[in-house]
């Protein structure tokens, strides 16, 4: 006996991220540089209160390390950089006016710079919303 064999021709389209979320094709290269801006100031400022956390726990002789993570040894140490990275991420993100907003208030300038026509678009936009909104 031959083996049968069937062959059923399957096209496989990849969908396009546009299709799949209409908000991300509408996002400009200016907004989409801005939001890349964001994310990598918070990441360093998250970096750098993590590397603030640690220096400040190596100020702490090993002997005097009592409190809720008592003990010692690797899974301590593990659990406690962890921790002091947890931490850090929601310090750099709960915070306003921190490190990473001041950063992003200075760099956003060098991102609106490549893109002047961008820019005066959305301020003419925001005038006539606070027209619109004046006269209402």
């Keep these: 006996m031959k083996p049968i064999s069937l062959s059923i021709p399957i096209e496989i389209k990849s969908a396009k991220p546009e299709k799949l979320n209409p908000q991300k094709r509408a996002m400009s290269d200016l907004e989409r540089d801005k939001v890349k801006l964001k994310k990598a ?9 993590s590397s603030m956390l640690k220096s400040m726990r190596q100020t702490i002789p090993k002997g005097e390390e009592n409190g809720a993570m008592g003990g010692s040894g690797l899974g301590k140490d593990i659990y406690q950089s962890m921790f002091d990275e947890e931490l850090a991420q929601k310090m750099a993100t709960g915070s306003t006016g921190g490190l990473g907003d001041i950063m992003y208030k200075n760099l956003v300038k060098r991102i609106e710079a490549k893109y002047p026509n961008e820019v005066k678009g959305a301020e003419s936009n925001q005038q006539t919303l606070k027209i619109m909104k004046d006269k209402q």
């Design 41 to 49: 100031t918070h990441e360093f400022e998250s970096f750098f209160m």
